[in-house]
Structure formats: structure tokens, C-alpha cells
């Protein structure tokens, strides 16, 4: 489902005078957003995490305006208080009361001059909102991050707005915490940030089986389902078909179409390492090759053993080629963004692979959230993955301060994160959108093959 800014204001009888994105150009709200039916409209203090951060870009709009000026003025307050103990120190009598009743009502003076320019500043504040933040309307996607722009971002985190990558200032973005993560930047905390693209995407891998009758049914392995053309045809997941099946299959084979990285998986990359590059926070990247492999090894596990055999060795060759298609980019931003560390996280890396695991095992052991991740116990393991993969620069370097810089279809896997992890990390989410493919209706993930678009290796 697409949507965009606008849509959402018209969808819930807003003016855009009384919202938060009433200075926001065309291009930010007119962006579409394949973000499904999540939104809900919030009002200040009514409810929504994100209020503080509406606050924040406010305060933030009134620290700009004071500082003009203001730098100044406590400058002068500071001398006084100087001089102030210059004539205690060296004066007597009469003459040290007179002189320092002179510098207490010039003191006085100062201050006043301090708070008129501060209430300046307020009316300036309001001027670029309209209203007070208290009475100004805003979306929420999901119950958890804030819909907003780039120019907002930086705002709060005046450390990003010297992005090179002009491109993050015209679509929307959506956030979470973003007024801790300024407290963690202003106090020097270490930050790790994390994120980066999923193995592949629909269309782009497939099994194919032929049954003993003849017949071929191909099946997409990053949603699990067949790949009827026909609409009205009832699509039946794979696990379900090789179960019923098992005894009529005459073979199995992987093919892999996918030819190199999209757009939207090099933004995936770029994005984490432009944003660390900023906030010089450690870059920590996991490539799930690991998770598909495990959604692979429960979907065949009813399989006779020589063909399950066969098959898991097929789709594990396949995965780490893909794998390395993006190690390979990654190389190559490395070389771009010198002094960055960066860690690379997948199935070939075994001694992080045994970190992760450990490292995570007391969180899955003590959290109650845990039994709500899904029902399908044959692929829970790679569900935990997925989500925990997010902890790994606490697991990795002790950083409890991490940023999530990732599409917002990872808007899920970031609450379930935090809620699994509770305190002991705090998890700020910068997403940006899914970006539509050439056929002008579905993401790039979801785009057929034909629309993937593939880089090439000189674009990167």
C-alpha cells in the first residue's frame, strides 16, 4: 500500500498550518511510502514516544536563534563576575560596596537583556512551527518511530547535517529516541551503528522441483511460496509442498538470478557508513546469509535424506556467492570511509558467529517476549537472529548506545530488539523509506526480476 504525508493529513482531516510538517517541501510530502496501513496521528502530550523528540526540534529551533547574540551577553556576565572578585579581593569600605552595587545592578541589566533575548527566540521558535510543539499534530508508524525529515534529524544531531549525501534530505524519514541519541552524542558515549541489506529479494532466488509425474513447480525462497502466474490459483507455502510431496519428488535445484547488488541494497550499506562516518561510531554489519540457510534447513526437513543433503549443500553455495557479492562493495566503502571500524557479521565468520551466539544466550534464556516471536518452531532460531542481530555492537564492543540505520520495514525487528534487551542497550532507529522500482507500484525487493536494476560495479 502507498501512501504519502499528505495523503496521511487529508486521510485524518489535518491542516498541514497545525502539524509538524508544515515547512516541509513538496518533495518530502508528496514521497511515496509503501509503509501499509501503520500510521496513527498523535497529538503533543495525548500519547506517542516520539512527543520528546517533537520537543526537541523546537528547543533545538530556539537554541539556533539564541545563539545569535547570546554568546555575547555571557561574555559580559562573565567579566562582571570577574571584576566582581577583583574588588573583593582588593577593595575596602565604602568605596568596594559602592563599586560592587555598580556591577550587581549591571549584572542585573545583563540577565534581563539575557531573558528578553531568550523570549525572542521562543516567539522565533513558534513562528517556524506555528504553534507550541504542545499543540502540534504528528505521525507515528508502528507505535514507534516518528515520521520527519532529514532537516529535522539534524536538527536534534547537528553532527549529521554535514552529510555529503544531498540525496537523505529529500524523502521522508522516520525515527525513534532521537533525543537521547543527542544526549549520547553530546556526552562523547561510544556508538556502534548498525544495519545493512537482507540476503536477496523476491524473485531473485528460486527452487525448482520436478515431481516423479513430470511436473515443475518453482517456488520463491525469500517469501517461501509458489510462483503462480495465476492470481486465482491457491499458493501453497513450501515447506507445506515438500511435506506433501516428499515421496513423489524426483529432483530439486536452486536456481540463483540474482546477478548483482540493487540500489536499494547499496543504500543499505552506504547509508550505515555515511551516518558512523558522522557520528564516529563503530560500523557493524550482518549479512543473515546464516538466517536463510536456517529457513532453508526447516523448509526441507521433511525431505528424504540424500535430496535434503543435496539441496541444503545447493542453497548454501548460492547464499555465500551472494553474500560475497556484498562483501565485495563493502570492500569498497571501507576504502571510501579510512579509519572506520568496521565488522562484518556471516556464516563463514565462525569465531563472531560463536560471540553472537553466546552473547545473546542470556537475553533469549530471561525474556518473557520471547515465546511471542513466532509460532513456527522450525524457524524461530533464524527469527531470533534476525531480530538479535541488531545487539551485536553491545555483543561485539560492550556499546550499549546503537543506531539503527535501515529501511522501515525493519521498523518491527528494532522494538522487538529493544524489548528483548530491555536497558541494557538503547536502540535509536534512523530509517529510511523502501524505494520503488522501475514498474512504479512495488519496492525494489519486491519488484520482479526484470526491475531489479542491478549496479554496476563503477556506480558504486
Known amino acids: 500500500m502507498l501512501t504519502t504525508i499528505r495523503e496521511l493529513m487529508k486521510r485524518y482531516n489535518l491542516e498541514q498550518e497545525n502539524t509538524v510538517y508544515r515547512l516541509e517541501s513538496s518533495g518530502i510530502l508528496d514521497y511515496p511510502l509503501t509503509a501499509g496501513d501503520f500510521f496513527e496521528n498523535l497529538y503533543g502530550m495525548e500519547k506517542g514516544k516520539n512527543y520528546?523528540?517533537?520537543?526537541?526540534?523546537?528547543?533545538?529551533?530556539?537554541?539556533?536563534?539564541?545563539?545569535?547574540?547570546?554568546?555575547?551577553?555571557?561574555?559580559?556576565?562573565e567579566q562582571n563576575l570577574k571584576q566582581a572578585e577583583k574588588v573583593k579581593s582588593c577593595c575596602r569600605g565604602e568605596e568596594k560596596k559602592v563599586l560592587l552595587e555598580q556591577l550587581k545592578e549591571e549584572r542585573r541589566i545583563l540577565r534581563r537583556e539575557i531573558a528578553l533575548h531568550m523570549e525572542a527566540s521562543y516567539e522565533t521558535a513558534i513562528k517556524s512551527y506555528g504553534e507550541s510543539p504542545d499543540k502540534l499534530q504528528?505521525?507515528?508508524?508502528?507505535?514507534?518511530?516518528?515520521?520527519?525529515?532529514?532537516?529535522?534529524?539534524?536538527?536534534?544531531?547537528?553532527?549529521?547535517?554535514?552529510?555529503?549525501?544531498?540525496?537523505?534530505?529529500?524523502?521522508?524519514?522516520?525515527?525513534?529516541s532521537l533525543s537521547k541519541l543527542r544526549g549520547a552524542v553530546c556526552q562523547g558515549e561510544e556508538l556502534g551503528v548498525v544495519g545493512g541489506p537482507c540476503l536477496f529479494g523476491m524473485d531473485e532466488v528460486l527452487l525448482q522441483v520436478e515431481t516423479a509425474e513430470g511436473k515443475?513447480?518453482?517456488?520463491?525462497?525469500?517469501?517461501?511460496?509458489?510462483?503462480?502466474?495465476?492470481?486465482?490459483?491457491?499458493?501453497?507455502?513450501?515447506?507445506?509442498?515438500?511435506?506433501?510431496?516428499?515421496?513423489?519428488?524426483?529432483?530439486?535445484?536452486?536456481?540463483?538470478?540474482?546477478?548483482?547488488?540493487?540500489?536499494q541494497e547499496y543504500i543499505s550499506l552506504l547509508y550505515v557508513f555515511e551516518i558512523a562516518g558522522l557520528l564516529g561510531g563503530k560500523v557493524v554489519i550482518p549479512l543473515p546469509d546464516l538466517s536463510y540457510i536456517k529457513y532453508m534447513t526447516s523448509d526441507i526437513m521433511l525431505l528424504e535424506e540424500p535430496l535434503k543433503q543435496q539441496i541444503f549443500a545447493e542453497f548454501e553455495t548460492e547464499a555465500?556467492?551472494?553474500?560475497?557479492?556484498?562483501?565485495?562493495?563493502?570492500?569498497?566503502?571501507?576504502?571510501?570511509?579510512?579509519?572506520?571500524?568496521?565488522?562484518?557479521?556471516?556464516?563463514?565468520?565462525?569465531?563472531?558467529?560463536?560471540?553472537?551466539?553466546?552473547?545473546?544466550?542470556?537475553?533469549?534464556?530471561?525474556?518473557?517476549?520471547?515465546?511471542?516471536l513466532t509460532s513456527v518452531n522450525g524457524k524461530k532460531d533464524a527469527v531470533i537472529d534476525y531480530i538479535t542481530m541488531l545487539a551485536l555492537p553491545y555483543y561485539i564492543y560492550g556499546t550499549r548506545q546503537i543506531v539503527q540505520v535501515d529501511s522501515l520495514d525493519e521498523t518491527d525487528s528494532g522494538r522487538k530488539c529493544?524489548?528483548?534487551?530491555?536497558?541494557?542497550?538503547?536502540?535509536?532507529?534512523?530509517?529510511?523509506?523502501?524505494?520503488?522500482?522501475?514498474?512504479?507500484?512495488?519496492?525494489?525487493?519486491?519488484?520482479?526480476?526484470?526491475?531489479?536494476?542491478?549496479?554496476?560495479?563503477?556506480?558504486?
Open 216 to 263: 515443475t513447480e518453482l517456488f520463491d525462497c525469500s517469501c517461501g511460496r509458489n510462483c503462480a502466474k495465476n492470481p486465482d490459483e491457491q499458493a501453497i507455502i513450501l515447506e507445506d509442498y515438500l511435506g506433501l510431496h516428499r515421496h513423489r519428488i524426483k529432483s530439486l535445484h536452486i536456481l540463483n538470478r540474482k546477478t548483482g547488488i540493487t540500489r
Open 320 to 372: 555465500y556467492k551472494i553474500t560475497d557479492l556484498f562483501l565485495e562493495v563493502i570492500g569498497i566503502l571501507k576504502t571510501r570511509y579510512p579509519g572506520l571500524p568496521v565488522t562484518v557479521l556471516h556464516s563463514r565468520e565462525k569465531e563472531l558467529c560463536r560471540i553472537f551466539y553466546d552473547k545473546r544466550e542470556p537475553f533469549i534464556r530471561d525474556s518473557s517476549y520471547m515465546r511471542k
Open 52 to 77: 520528546y523528540d517533537i520537543y526537541g526540534f523546537y528547543q533545538a529551533c530556539r537554541e539556533e536563534e539564541g545563539k545569535r547574540g547570546i554568546p555575547q551577553l555571557l561574555k559580559k556576565v
Open 138 to 176: 504528528f505521525f507515528e508508524y508502528k507505535n514507534r518511530v516518528l515520521v520527519t525529515s532529514f532537516e529535522n534529524i539534524t536538527r536534534m544531531v547537528p553532527e549529521l547535517g554535514a552529510a555529503k549525501l544531498e540525496e537523505l534530505r529529500k524523502f521522508p524519514w522516520l525515527t525513534t
Open 418 to 460: 529493544q524489548k528483548i534487551h530491555g536497558d541494557t542497550i538503547k536502540l535509536h532507529s534512523v530509517l529510511y523509506p523502501e524505494f520503488i522500482s522501475r514498474d512504479g507500484k512495488n519496492t525494489i525487493y519486491n519488484a520482479g526480476i526484470e526491475y531489479k536494476d542491478y549496479m554496476e560495479s563503477g556506480e558504486y
